[in-house]
């Protein structure tokens, strides 16, 4: 057997007959190719493609994770440097100052932060487990009540959403159990 045989005939018949239609004729070209030279090799090749497709893959998940990482610590950078007080609240010993980025809440979906300090020393305070829910009593009526959904974004600092229905002042209510603490806090926010 020669050179041609070993590598070039097997490589150029798997270049050439990449679709299931060519099995016949593959076959065919295998038993007079001596068919172990070429099964051998073609079974080499697949073998090789598929790791360098799944190397490729795992580096383009790769990728896609690291440029996720650094948007969304973009993003909360932003988020974080761009905010203005809603409301600041001290309770004991905690300071808790609720903030958006337009320093309100409308109408609908809004996006905030609350960030729980030390009153004596103005460093993050670790609440821990953070909830914070809204009502607004109406006459005549129950009371309308949200609550929203939070996560922490950093020492002292947790990120949150909720949904607000319509305009009016809303009663707020902030608990938190954490190394930090345990407690909860009552405030009025106006809904514009």
Request: charged fraction near 25%; aromatic fraction near 6%; glycine fraction near 14%.
């Given at each position: 057997m020669g050179i041609y045989s070993r590598c070039i005939l097997p490589r150029?018949?798997?270049?050439?007959m990449r679709k299931e239609s060519d099995t016949a004729e593959r076959k065919r070209l295998v038993s007079l190719a001596r068919g172990r030279v070429l099964e051998k090799t073609f079974r080499l090749s697949l073998?090789?493609?598929?790791?360098?497709?799944?190397?490729?893959?795992?580096?383009?998940?790769?990728?896609?994770?690291?440029?996720?990482?650094?948007?969304?610590?973009?993003?909360?950078?932003?988020?974080?440097?761009?905010?203005?007080?809603?409301h600041t609240q001290k309770t004991k010993d905690v300071v808790i100052t609720l903030e958006?980025?337009?320093?309100?809440?409308?109408p609908g979906k809004n996006d905030f932060a609350l960030t729980f300090t030390s009153a004596q020393d103005k460093k993050p305070v670790d609440a821990g487990k953070v909830s914070l829910s809204t009502s607004m009593a109406m006459s005549g009526m129950a009371p309308m009540i949200a609550g929203a959904t939070l996560a922490p974004s950093g020492p002292g600092r947790y990120r949150g959403?909720?949904?607000?229905?319509?305009?009016?002042?809303?009663?707020?209510t902030?608990?938190?159990?954490?190394?930090?603490?345990?407690?909860s806090t009552k405030f009025s926010v106006p809904v514009r």
């Open positions: 150029l018949i798997d270049v050439v073998q090789g493609h598929r790791r360098k497709t799944r190397r490729t893959e795992m580096k383009r998940g790769l990728l896609y994770v690291v440029v996720g990482l650094v948007v969304a610590g973009t993003q909360s950078a932003v988020f974080a440097a761009d905010l203005k007080p809603i958006s980025e337009s320093g309100q809440w409308k959403a909720i949904e607000l229905p319509d305009r009016g002042t809303r009663q707020v902030v608990t938190w159990d954490g190394p930090g603490g345990k407690g």
